[in-house]
Nanobody, 113 residues
Framework: QVQLVESGGGLVQGGGSLRLSCTVI????????TAWYRQAPGKQLRMVAS???????AYGDSMNDRCTITRDNAKNTAYLQMKNLKLDDTAMYLC???????WGQGTQVTVDS
């Protein structure tokens, strides 16, 4: 059974940084694309960043150049480094891999003023 284990969320002050981790268990990580999404209360789910097994990256509009996605195939883990966090970045951050299409439970990021 494929599982995604996310970590790294928490409470951070505005302007601070966080690094989220997404570890894949039970799948061949090095053939997946891994992506981070976020959903704030009352708002639509939005893609933040993705990285293919060739390390090709793509970023959504929500964070632009304030985040960087990387992956460590040896650790079956993808990372989302976020900096200069703003109040609007408060959301549940969810990891997804495809194929197959598997989602994690999410990790909450709360930015405090």
């Amino acid at each position: 059974q494929v599982q995604l284990v996310e970590s790294g969320g928490g409470l951070v002050q505005g302007g601070g940084s966080l690094r989220l981790s997404c570890t894949v268990i039970g799948a061949h990580f090095n053939i997946n694309t891994t992506a981070w999404y976020r959903q704030a209360p009352g708002k639509q789910l939005r893609m933040v960043a993705s990285i293919t097994h060739y390390n090709t990256t793509a970023y959504g509009d929500s964070m632009n150049d304030r985040c960087t996605i990387t992956r460590d195939n040896a650790k079956n883990t993808a990372y989302l480094q976020m900096k200069n966090l703003k109040l609007d970045d408060t959301a549940m951050y969810l990891c997804r891999i495809y194929p197959p299409n598997i989602w994690g439970q999410g990790t909450q990021v709360t930015v405090d003023s």
